[in-house]
C-alpha cells in the first residue's frame, strides 16, 4: 500500500509537470469564436470512465484520478472490482483521495474558457453579421445569468446595443430581453443607462407581441423597481392601457407580472387615474383611500369622466372608498362638493351601488345637510336633490324601511324641508326637488300622507301648475297624480273655496287647451281622481269643455292609423292620453251625477267607444268596460218598473259598488246616441228607446265585452263581468238577457275567467255563471268542462262554497254536503 500510495503521488507530479508544461493552456482570443474552437480541456481533466471534465475529481490508492461519482459506481458494481480501471493495478484498498491540485486546475481552465467564450460573444454581438450576432446574443444570455458578466457587460458598452437590436426585426428580439432583464437585475446603475437609450418605449412595443410579453414584463418590472423611472414608464405611450390589459391575461405568469408593474408606478396619482380609465380600479381605490382630501378631490373629478363596466363595480364597492367618498361632502371646499356629487351621480347608474351607498349610515344625512344649509350654493344642492331622488328611484319598498337614511327621508321634518325648497325655488331647482318628492311619494305611504295634509303645500303644488314653466308644471301634476293615486278621498285640494276653484279650472284648461300630450295626460289623470260627490266639482266640470276634449281624444285616437287604437300605453303618449281621458269620464257616468250624464248623452261617442273594447290597450278596455257598466247600471234604474226604484233595484247597486272596490282608479265612457235601428231591444224592448237611454245590446257592446273576458290577467275581464252583470238583474228580462249573453259565446268567456282569471273575477263569474245554468242546457262537452274547472275551485278556500253551490245546481253533488 505505501508503494501504491508513492506511485500516485509520482503520477499526480508528472499531471502537474505536465500542466506547467502547457504555458498557453488558454490562448488569447485573436479571431472571435473561431480562435476559441482549439480551446479543448486536458486528457487529465476528463474522468477515464465518463470522459467527462471533472468537478469533484478523486485519486485512489495507484495515483489514477476519477470524477467521485464515476469511481464510486464502478467501485459498486461488484466484488471483483478492486482493480484500476485505467492501469490495472490491484488495490488494497479503495480509498478516496480528493485530488486539489486537479481540482483547482480544472477551476481555472473553466474560469479562462468561460473568459474566452465571453469575449468571443462580445466581439460577435459588435460585428455587422446579423446570423453572427444572432448566435453571439444566444451566448450572451447564458453569461448574464452570472452577475459578474452582467457587470462586464456594462463595461463593454452592449446596454445601448441591446436596446438597438429590440428595433430591428431580424434579431432575436426574446433574446435582447433576457439580456437586459439580467442587466437591470444585476447592476442597479444601468437601469437608468437602459431607459436613456430609449428602451421603455420598444419594450412596450414588444408587450403587444405574442410570446415576448413575459420577457418585456420582466424588464419593465426590474426597471420600475427604481424610483426615478417611474415617471418615465407611466409616461410612455400606451403603457398603462397595455399593462391593464394584460393583468386579464390567461397567462398566470403575465398577470403577476403586470399587475407587479403597475402596482410599483401606482405611487404617481397620475398613473393611478390611467390605470382605472383603462379599467384597473384597485390601485385607483387604494390611493383614493390613502390620499388627502385635494387629491380625493382631483381623483372624484376624474372618476365622472371615466367610462365604467358592470366588473369595475366590484372594486369601486370598497367600504372604505365609499365612506371616504361620502366624506368628502363635509368640506369646506365647494369643489371637493361638487366632485364628490358628481361622483356619487355616476355611481348610481349602478344598482350594487345604490345598496353600498345606502348602508353607509351617513349618505343620506350628510345630503340632507347640504340641502338645509343655508350657505350651500344652489347648484351643489340641485345635485344632492337629484341623488337624493336616484337613491330612493332605484330602492325596492322594502328598503325603504330596512336603511336608517331612507327612514330618516321620510320623516315629518325632512318631507317639509323638501317642500320649502319647491316653494323657493326656481327653475331646474324647483323641477329637481319635485323629483326626489315624486319618487318618494311612489315609494312612501308615510311621504304621501305628509305632504297630503299639508295645507299650505298643496295650495302651492296647485299654483305651480298655473305657472309658465312647462317643465315645473309637469312634474307638480305629477305630484299631485302620486299622492292621490289610491287614496279614498282622491285629489287632495286647497282649502279655501277660490283657491279650489281656480284649481279645478286650471286642470280643466289644461287638458282641453294644452299642446302637449303629456301635461293633457297628467291633467286627465287627476280629473279622473277628484273627490266624489262634491256639487262644485261637478258643476265646473259641466260648465267647461273637458267633456267635449274626453270626446274628441276618443274620437281621435279611434280615427289614427284607419280606426286603429294605440295596444300599449307605454308604446305612446297618446295611448297614455287616451286612458286618462277614458278615466276621467268615468266621472260623467256615474249614477248619482244625472247632470253629467245628461251632457254626456248628447254626444256621439259610442261606436269609439266598442271598438276600444277590440283594439284598445288593457287599461282602455278596463276604464271603457267600466263606463259601459255605469252607464247600463243608470239606465237599469230607469226602465225597472217605470221611475220608481224597487228593493229588487236598491239590491242591484251592490254587485256594482263591490267590484268598484278593485277600480279606485279606474274610469271610462260612453255616450249614447238614438239607435240608427227602428227595431226593438231584444231584451229591454221598447223601455230603452229614449234618446237618452242607454242599453248595452243598442250600442252592440255585449259580444266586445263577452271579447274582453279572455284577458284574465289584468282588471280587464272584472270591469266586463261587472258590466254584464247589470243585464242579469232584473228578474223580468233575466231570460232574454241570458239568451243574448249565451248567444255571444258568454258561457265559454266565463269558463275561461274561472279557469285563469283573479280570485275576485272568479268570485264575481261563479254568481253569473250559476244564474245562465239556471235558464239554458248545456251541451255535453261544455257540462263536462264545466264539472272539471269547479271541481278544481274547490280546492280554493275562498270560492269552493260558491263552486259547491253551482255543482249542486248541476247535480254533481248532492244537496247535503260538508261544503255547505
Same mark, same amino acid.
Given at each position: 500500500?505505501?508503494?501504491?500510495?508513492?506511485?500516485?503521488?509520482?503520477?499526480?507530479?508528472?499531471?502537474?509537470?505536465?500542466?506547467?508544461?502547457?504555458?498557453?493552456?488558454?490562448?488569447?482570443?485573436?479571431?472571435?469564436?473561431?480562435?476559441?474552437?482549439?480551446?479543448?480541456?486536458?486528457?487529465?481533466?476528463?474522468?477515464?470512465?465518463?470522459?467527462? @471534465?471533472?468537478?469533484?475529481?478523486?485519486?485512489?490508492?495507484?495515483? $489514477?484520478?476519477?470524477?467521485?461519482?464515476?469511481?464510486?459506481?464502478?467501485?459498486?458494481?461488484?466484488?471483483? #472490482?478492486?482493480?484500476?480501471?485505467?492501469?490495472?493495478?490491484?488495490?488494497?484498498?479503495?480509498?478516496?483521495?480528493?485530488?486539489?491540485?486537479?481540482?483547482?486546475?480544472?477551476?481555472?481552465?473553466?474560469?479562462?474558457?468561460?473568459?474566452?467564450?465571453?469575449?468571443?460573444? &462580445?466581439?460577435?454581438?459588435?460585428?455587422?453579421?446579423?446570423?453572427?450576432? #444572432?448566435?453571439?446574443?444566444?451566448?450572451?444570455?447564458?453569461?448574464?445569468?452570472?452577475?459578474?458578466?452582467?457587470?462586464? !457587460?456594462?463595461?463593454?458598452?452592449?446596454?445601448?446595443?441591446?436596446?438597438?437590436?429590440?428595433?430591428?426585426?431580424?434579431?432575436?428580439?426574446?433574446?435582447?430581453?433576457?439580456?437586459?432583464?439580467?442587466?437591470? +437585475?444585476?447592476?442597479?446603475?444601468?437601469?437608468?443607462?437602459?431607459?436613456?437609450?430609449?428602451?421603455?418605449?420598444?419594450?412596450?412595443?414588444?408587450?403587444?407581441?405574442?410570446?415576448?410579453?413575459?420577457?418585456?414584463?420582466? @424588464?419593465?418590472?426590474?426597471?420600475?423597481?427604481?424610483?426615478?423611472?417611474?415617471?418615465?414608464?407611466?409616461?410612455?405611450?400606451?403603457?398603462?392601457?397595455?399593462?391593464?390589459?394584460?393583468?386579464?391575461?390567461?397567462?398566470?405568469?403575465?398577470?403577476?407580472?403586470?399587475?407587479?408593474?403597475?402596482?410599483?408606478?401606482?405611487?404617481?396619482?397620475?398613473?393611478?387615474?390611467?390605470?382605472?380609465?383603462?379599467?384597473?380600479?384597485?390601485?385607483?381605490?387604494?390611493?383614493?383611500?390613502?390620499?388627502?382630501?385635494?387629491?380625493?378631490?382631483?381623483?372624484?373629478?376624474?372618476?365622472?369622466?371615466?367610462?365604467?363596466?358592470?366588473?369595475?363595480?366590484?372594486?369601486? +364597492?370598497?367600504?372604505?372608498?365609499?365612506?371616504?367618498?361620502?366624506?368628502?361632502?363635509?368640506?369646506?371646499?365647494?369643489?371637493?362638493?361638487?366632485?364628490?356629487?358628481?361622483?356619487?351621480?355616476?355611481?348610481?347608474?349602478?344598482?350594487?351601488?345604490?345598496?353600498?351607498?345606502?348602508?353607509?349610515?351617513?349618505?343620506?344625512?350628510?345630503?340632507?345637510?347640504?340641502?338645509?344649509?343655508?350657505?350651500?350654493?344652489?347648484?351643489?344642492?340641485?345635485?344632492?336633490?337629484?341623488?337624493?331622488?336616484?337613491?330612493?328611484?332605484?330602492?325596492?319598498?322594502?328598503?325603504?324601511?330596512?336603511?336608517?337614511?331612507?327612514?330618516?327621508?321620510?320623516?315629518?321634518?325632512?318631507?317639509?324641508?323638501?317642500?320649502?325648497?319647491?316653494?323657493?325655488?326656481?327653475?331646474?331647482?324647483?323641477?329637481?326637488?319635485?323629483?326626489?318628492?315624486?319618487?318618494?311619494?311612489?315609494?312612501?305611504?308615510?311621504?304621501?300622507?305628509?305632504?297630503?295634509?299639508?295645507?299650505?303645500?298643496?295650495?302651492?303644488?296647485?299654483?305651480?301648475?298655473?305657472?309658465?314653466?312647462?317643465?315645473?308644471?309637469?312634474?307638480?301634476? +305629477?305630484?299631485?297624480?302620486?299622492?292621490?293615486?289610491?287614496?279614498?278621498?282622491?285629489?287632495?285640494?286647497?282649502?279655501?273655496?277660490?283657491?279650489?276653484?281656480?284649481?279645478?279650472?286650471?286642470?280643466?284648461?289644461?287638458?282641453? #287647451?294644452?299642446?302637449?300630450?303629456?301635461?293633457?295626460?297628467?291633467?286627465?289623470?287627476?280629473?279622473?281622481?277628484?273627490?266624489?260627490?262634491?256639487?262644485?266639482?261637478?258643476?265646473?266640470?259641466?260648465?267647461?269643455?273637458?267633456?267635449?276634449?274626453?270626446?274628441?281624444?276618443?274620437?281621435?285616437?279611434?280615427?289614427?292609423?284607419?280606426?286603429?287604437?294605440?295596444?300599449?300605453?307605454?308604446?305612446?303618449?297618446?295611448?297614455?292620453?287616451?286612458?286618462?281621458?277614458?278615466?276621467?269620464?268615468?266621472?260623467?257616468?256615474?249614477?248619482?251625477?244625472?247632470?253629467?250624464?245628461?251632457?254626456?248623452?248628447?254626444?256621439?261617442?259610442?261606436?269609439?267607444?266598442?271598438?276600444?273594447?277590440?283594439?284598445?290597450?288593457?287599461?282602455? +278596455?278596463?276604464?271603457?268596460?267600466?263606463?259601459?257598466?255605469?252607464?247600463?247600471?243608470?239606465?237599469?234604474?230607469? &226602465?225597472?218598473?217605470?221611475?220608481?226604484?224597487?228593493?229588487?233595484?236598491?239590491?242591484? @247597486?251592490?254587485?256594482?259598488?263591490?267590484?268598484?272596490?278593485?277600480?279606485?282608479?279606474?274610469?271610462?265612457?260612453?255616450?249614447?246616441?238614438?239607435?240608427?235601428?227602428?227595431?226593438?231591444?231584444?231584451?229591454?224592448?221598447?223601455?230603452?228607446?229614449?234618446?237618452?237611454?242607454?242599453?248595452? !245590446?243598442?250600442?252592440?257592446?255585449?259580444?266586445?265585452?263577452?271579447?274582453?273576458?279572455?284577458?284574465?290577467?289584468?282588471?280587464?275581464?272584472?270591469?266586463?263581468?261587472?258590466?254584464?252583470?247589470?243585464?242579469?238583474?232584473?228578474?223580468?228580462?233575466?231570460?232574454?238577457?241570458?239568451?243574448?249573453?249565451?248567444?255571444?259565446?258568454?258561457?265559454?268567456?266565463?269558463?275561461?275567467?274561472?279557469?285563469?282569471?283573479?280570485?275576485?273575477?272568479?268570485?264575481?263569474?261563479?254568481?253569473?255563471?250559476?244564474?245562465?245554468?239556471?235558464?239554458?242546457?248545456?251541451?255535453?262537452?261544455?257540462?263536462?268542462?264545466?264539472?272539471?274547472?269547479?271541481?278544481?275551485?274547490? $280546492?280554493?278556500?275562498?270560492?269552493?262554497?260558491?263552486?259547491?253551490?253551482?255543482?249542486?245546481?248541476?247535480? !254533481?253533488?248532492?244537496?247535503?254536503?260538508?261544503?255547505?
Amino acid at each position: 500500500m505505501e508503494v501504491q500510495k508513492k506511485q500516485g503521488e509520482a503520477v499526480q507530479v508528472s499531471q502537474l509537470i505536465g500542466l506547467l508544461y502547457d504555458t498557453e493552456m488558454v490562448r488569447s482570443v485573436e479571431s472571435g469564436s473561431a480562435a476559441r474552437e482549439d480551446q479543448q480541456p486536458l486528457s487529465s481533466f476528463r474522468c477515464p470512465l465518463s470522459n467527462k @471534465v471533472m468537478t469533484d475529481p478523486v485519486a485512489i490508492l495507484c495515483g $489514477h484520478s476519477f470524477e467521485r461519482s464515476a469511481i464510486q459506481e464502478y467501485f459498486g458494481q461488484g466484488d471483483y #472490482n478492486n482493480k484500476c480501471p485505467k492501469c490495472g493495478c490491484e488495490l488494497e484498498a479503495m480509498d478516496l483521495t480528493p485530488n486539489l491540485l486537479l481540482r483547482s486546475s480544472i477551476d481555472e481552465w473553466k474560469h479562462r474558457d468561460l473568459d474566452s467564450r465571453f469575449q468571443a460573444a &462580445v466581439l460577435g454581438i459588435k460585428s455587422g453579421d446579423h446570423s453572427t450576432q #444572432n448566435k453571439a446574443l444566444e451566448e450572451m444570455q447564458h453569461f448574464m445569468q452570472m452577475p459578474k458578466y452582467s457587470l462586464r !457587460v456594462a463595461e463593454q458598452g452592449l446596454t445601448s446595443s441591446f436596446v438597438e437590436i429590440l428595433k430591428d426585426t431580424r434579431f432575436n428580439a426574446a433574446t435582447a430581453l433576457k439580456c437586459l432583464f439580467y442587466l437591470a +437585475k444585476y447592476d442597479d446603475h444601468q437601469k437608468e443607462a437602459i431607459v436613456e437609450a430609449g428602451a421603455i418605449r420598444r419594450i412596450v412595443k414588444h408587450l403587444c407581441k405574442s410570446g415576448q410579453e413575459s420577457d418585456a414584463l420582466s @424588464v419593465l418590472l426590474e426597471l420600475s423597481k427604481k424610483e426615478i423611472l417611474i415617471d418615465k414608464i407611466g409616461n410612455a405611450i400606451d403603457c398603462i392601457p397595455i399593462l391593464v390589459s394584460l393583468v386579464e391575461n390567461n397567462n398566470v405568469e403575465v398577470s403577476e407580472k403586470a399587475q407587479a408593474v403597475l402596482c410599483n408606478i401606482s405611487s404617481n396619482t397620475h398613473f393611478v387615474v390611467k390605470m382605472a380609465g383603462a379599467g384597473h380600479f384597485q390601485p385607483f381605490v387604494a390611493r383614493f383611500n390613502q390620499g388627502p382630501q385635494e387629491t380625493r378631490a382631483w381623483m372624484a373629478t376624474a372618476l365622472t369622466e371615466m367610462p365604467l363596466k358592470e366588473n369595475n363595480i366590484k372594486d369601486l +364597492k370598497d367600504k372604505e372608498f365609499i365612506h371616504n367618498l361620502i366624506q368628502m361632502l363635509s368640506s369646506s371646499i365647494p369643489a371637493c362638493k361638487s366632485a364628490c356629487l358628481k361622483s356619487i351621480q355616476k355611481l348610481l347608474s349602478y344598482h350594487k351601488m345604490v345598496k353600498r351607498l345606502l348602508k353607509d349610515s351617513v349618505t343620506i344625512p350628510y345630503l340632507l345637510v347640504l340641502i338645509s344649509y343655508a350657505g350651500s350654493d344652489l347648484s351643489l344642492k340641485q345635485e344632492a336633490a337629484e341623488i337624493l331622488a336616484l337613491l330612493v328611484g332605484a330602492s325596492k319598498d322594502r328598503e325603504l324601511q330596512k336603511y336608517q337614511g331612507l327612514q330618516e327621508l321620510q320623516s315629518e321634518h325632512n318631507v317639509s324641508l323638501l317642500l320649502q325648497h319647491v316653494a323657493s325655488a326656481d327653475g331646474q331647482t324647483k323641477i329637481q326637488f319635485l323629483h326626489l318628492l315624486v319618487e318618494l311619494s311612489y315609494k312612501s305611504e308615510t311621504a304621501r300622507n305628509l305632504i297630503r295634509t299639508d295645507e299650505d303645500a298643496i295650495a302651492r303644488l296647485f299654483s305651480s301648475i298655473r305657472g309658465e314653466q312647462p317643465a315645473v308644471r309637469r312634474w307638480a301634476m +305629477k305630484l299631485i297624480n302620486c299622492i292621490s293615486e289610491g287614496h279614498p278621498d282622491g285629489v287632495p285640494l286647497p282649502p279655501n273655496s277660490p283657491e279650489k276653484e281656480t284649481a279645478i279650472i286650471t286642470l280643466a284648461a289644461i287638458f282641453t #287647451n294644452s299642446s302637449d300630450i303629456r301635461e293633457r295626460s297628467s291633467a286627465a289623470r287627476i280629473i279622473s281622481q277628484l273627490p266624489n260627490n262634491d256639487a262644485i266639482i261637478d258643476e265646473i266640470l259641466r260648465k267647461s269643455e273637458v267633456l267635449k276634449s274626453i270626446h274628441e281624444v276618443i274620437c281621435s285616437m279611434d280615427g289614427e292609423n284607419g280606426g286603429g287604437i294605440a295596444t300599449s300605453a307605454a308604446a305612446r303618449p297618446d295611448a297614455c292620453l287616451l286612458e286618462n281621458a277614458l278615466a276621467a269620464l268615468l266621472r260623467y257616468t256615474e249614477p248619482t251625477n244625472p247632470e253629467l250624464k245628461r251632457q254626456l248623452g248628447k254626444l256621439e261617442m259610442y261606436p269609439s267607444l266598442v271598438r276600444i273594447l277590440s283594439r284598445g290597450s288593457s287599461l282602455a +278596455k278596463q276604464h271603457t268596460a267600466m263606463a259601459l257598466a255605469q252607464l247600463s247600471q243608470s239606465t237599469r234604474l230607469l &226602465v225597472s218598473n217605470g221611475t220608481t226604484m224597487t228593493s229588487q233595484s236598491r239590491k242591484s @247597486v251592490t254587485p256594482l259598488l263591490y267590484v268598484m272596490k278593485f277600480f279606485p282608479n279606474s274610469g271610462g265612457c260612453c255616450c249614447l246616441a238614438p239607435s240608427a235601428s227602428t227595431s226593438l231591444c231584444s231584451i229591454h224592448g221598447s223601455a230603452c228607446a229614449e234618446r237618452d237611454t242607454f242599453c248595452l !245590446v243598442k250600442v252592440d257592446a255585449v259580444k266586445p265585452l263577452v271579447q274582453t273576458l279572455s284577458e284574465v290577467e289584468s282588471g280587464v275581464a272584472e270591469a266586463a263581468l261587472m258590466a254584464l252583470e247589470t243585464l242579469l238583474i232584473d228578474h223580468a228580462t233575466l231570460s232574454r238577457a241570458i239568451s243574448t249573453i249565451v248567444d255571444s259565446e258568454g258561457v265559454v268567456a266565463f269558463l275561461q275567467v274561472l279557469e285563469k282569471g283573479s280570485s275576485s273575477a272568479k268570485s264575481k263569474a261563479l254568481d253569473l255563471f250559476q244564474k245562465i245554468l239556471q235558464h239554458t242546457h248545456m251541451s255535453e262537452q261544455t257540462f263536462q268542462r264545466s264539472e272539471r274547472i269547479l271541481i278544481q275551485l274547490l $280546492h280554493d278556500t275562498e270560492l269552493k262554497k260558491k263552486a259547491a253551490l253551482v255543482l249542486r245546481q248541476m247535480g !254533481v253533488i248532492p244537496e247535503q254536503s260538508s261544503y255547505f
